[in-house]
């Protein structure tokens, strides 16, 4: 589900782009919170990685952020989100911010029109359902679809795609909307190694003009671009902070949290904070 960026685009540097505050969220049913009295901010300009073990929250709390919990989903919000200066909480706040926000869910197919024959018109639907001029759609469909590496499929029926072309055509939808904040939940889950490398490669461009926030398992790929880590536990926020404060930590490598580097220098003996990247390793062990 993606919406694109309005006038007051520009204003959005001088702000914090998401606020939770002390946020909780439990679904209807559920015995216990699916995030709990979490808080932090989101500034433009950057990469930031949302990540723990499957359970831990990740999913909801870009739901929340997007507006669609508990709007959509059902359930009670407790404390404030606060998503481009709207409070998420209030009943029409789905709406305020839509055409503002990208959220991209794991499963493509969920977020098909259903009414383009063509992956062109697929990328074009969501700025021309906002009534954007002609010659604005044209030259964001173009940008788009070469930064997800789609460019090539811009006659192919959507529906004859696989998983992980459908993938980047959603998102090069998403990018066609010009956002100031995208929300990714697990955006390379489709792709293959090659197409998910040059996926996270892309995440900085994208970064200049919005906030990137990134749920995921790959930490892997996604310590390459974040300057900025969420660890989420069972709901609640464990840690914050920058990639090596909170992934090269001991209690996250002990728990296998953190990247396969890491826990490679954990099992050979070295202490804390242990290296992220091949690169960081390296540096390592030649020191």
């Keep these: 589900m993606g919406v694109g960026r309005r006038d007051g685009h520009r204003n959005c540097r001088e702000i914090r782009l998401i606020t939770f505050d002390r946020v909780s969220f439990t679904y209807p049913g559920a015995d216990r919170c699916a995030i709990e009295n979490i808080s932090f901010f989101i500034e433009p300009g950057s990469v930031t990685l949302v990540t723990g073990s499957l359970g831990s929250g990740c999913s909801t709390l870009l739901l929340v952020a997007a507006g669609l919990a508990p709007h959509l989903t059902g359930g009670t919000l407790v404390g404030k989100a606060v998503t481009l200066g709207v409070e998420v909480g209030a009943q029409a706040a789905h709406r305020q911010i839509a055409g503002r926000v990208g959220l991209l869910l794991p499963a493509p197919w969920t977020q098909l029109s259903g009414v383009a024959f063509s992956?062109?018109?697929?990328?074009?639907?969501?700025?021309?359902?906002?009534?954007?001029?002609?010659?604005?759609?044209?030259?964001?469909?173009?940008?788009?679809?070469?930064?997800?590496?789609?460019?090539?499929?811009?006659?192919?029926?959507?529906?004859?795609?696989?998983?992980?072309?459908?993938?980047?055509?959603?998102?090069?939808?998403?990018?066609?909307?010009?956002?100031?904040?995208?929300?990714?939940?697990?955006?390379?889950?489709?792709?293959?190694?090659?197409?998910?490398?040059?996926?996270?490669?892309?995440?900085?461009?994208?970064?200049?003009?919005a906030a990137v926030v990134l749920a995921t398992t790959d930490t892997d790929r996604a310590v390459e671009v974040a300057a900025r880590v969420i660890l989420l536990e069972r709901g609640r926020c464990i840690a914050q902070g920058t990639p090596d404060g909170v992934l090269g930590s001991e209690k996250t490598v002990s728990a296998s949290a953190s990247t396969t580097v890491a826990q490679i220098a954990h099992a050979a003996g070295l202490s804390g904070p242990f290296p992220l990247t091949p690169e960081a390793l390296a540096l390592r062990f030649n020191a």
């Excluded at 959603?170 to 190694?193: N, Q």
């Design 119 to 209: 992956v062109a018109d697929e990328v074009a639907f969501g700025p021309a359902n906002l009534g954007r001029p002609r010659d604005r759609i044209a030259r964001a469909v173009e940008r788009a679809m070469a930064l997800a590496g789609v460019s090539h499929l811009a006659e192919r029926d959507p529906t004859t795609l696989s998983g992980g072309e459908l993938q980047r055509v959603i998102l090069a939808g998403i990018i066609a909307l010009e956002p100031e904040v995208y929300l990714l939940d697990e955006p390379a889950v489709e792709l293959d190694p090659e197409a998910a490398d040059a996926f996270y490669r892309m995440l900085p461009e994208l970064a200049r003009e």
